[in-house]
């Protein structure tokens, strides 16, 4: 039963130019003596990974290859295991297709940012109290639609104003307590 692979490889940078073209033709060469037929191979090249672990040694960019080819699903073990122990290879990636190979005629390079999310329309949005604040700019730090306290022409000032009244029902607690113990 013949099936359809991709094979991904992350090659060590650090390996050499000409190591990492004989390693990515070593593995093609394995492949086609399992009786696989491999149908396409990309070089994409040097790219930045997208974390580091201990068992990657560190590097922070590899080189990539991918294999596109088919073949009977006992090639593969035999294949994990000889990239298990090639020190030029990182990390490896077989995946199992199922449909046609896709193809990507070229990739882009890593400074482009593909994604570009549509731009929200501006009315959707709702005031931002840093910028669109139609109090003007003398505004005081308090609740939404509270006058600006700033100017001093009220009477008394709501800081003060509260004091008191939480003053008043400790008093009157006072003098109760005094009632109940027969004290007047």
């Given at each position: 039963m013949v099936k359809k692979y991709e094979l991904v490889l992350l090659i060590d940078p650090q390996v050499g130019d000409n190591q990492i073209e004989t390693t990515i033709q070593g593995y093609k060469q394995r492949l086609e003596d399992a009786n696989a037929e491999v149908l396409h191979v990309d070089h994409w090249g040097l790219r930045k990974l997208a974390y580091t672990s201990a068992a990657m040694q560190g590097r922070q960019q590899a080189f990539y290859a991918l294999y596109q080819f088919?073949?009977?699903?006992?090639?593969?073990?035999?294949?994990?295991?000889?990239?298990?122990?090639?020190?030029?290879?990182?990390?490896?990636?077989?995946?199992?297709?199922?449909g046609e190979f896709l193809r990507v005629p070229q990739l882009a390079p890593e400074n482009v940012y593909i994604y570009n999310p549509p731009e929200r329309p501006r009315e959707r949005r709702g005031p931002r109290r840093d910028r669109d604040d139609e109090r003007g700019e003398g505004r005081s730090d308090g609740p939404p639609g509270r006058p600006n306290d700033s100017g001093g022409d009220s009477a008394a000032p709501a800081a003060p104003a509260a004091a008191p009244v939480a003053a008043e029902p400790a008093a009157a607690a006072v003098s109760e307590g005094a009632g109940d113990n027969g004290e007047e």
């Amino acid at each position: 039963m013949v099936k359809k692979y991709e094979l991904v490889l992350l090659i060590d940078p650090q390996v050499g130019d000409n190591q990492i073209e004989t390693t990515i033709q070593g593995y093609k060469q394995r492949l086609e003596d399992a009786n696989a037929e491999v149908l396409h191979v990309d070089h994409w090249g040097l790219r930045k990974l997208a974390y580091t672990s201990a068992a990657m040694q560190g590097r922070q960019q590899a080189f990539y290859a991918l294999y596109q080819f088919s073949g009977p699903p006992e090639l593969i073990k035999p294949l994990e295991v000889a990239m298990k122990l090639d020190e030029a290879v990182l990390r490896h990636l077989f995946i199992s297709v199922d449909g046609e190979f896709l193809r990507v005629p070229q990739l882009a390079p890593e400074n482009v940012y593909i994604y570009n999310p549509p731009e929200r329309p501006r009315e959707r949005r709702g005031p931002r109290r840093d910028r669109d604040d139609e109090r003007g700019e003398g505004r005081s730090d308090g609740p939404p639609g509270r006058p600006n306290d700033s100017g001093g022409d009220s009477a008394a000032p709501a800081a003060p104003a509260a004091a008191p009244v939480a003053a008043e029902p400790a008093a009157a607690a006072v003098s109760e307590g005094a009632g109940d113990n027969g004290e007047e």
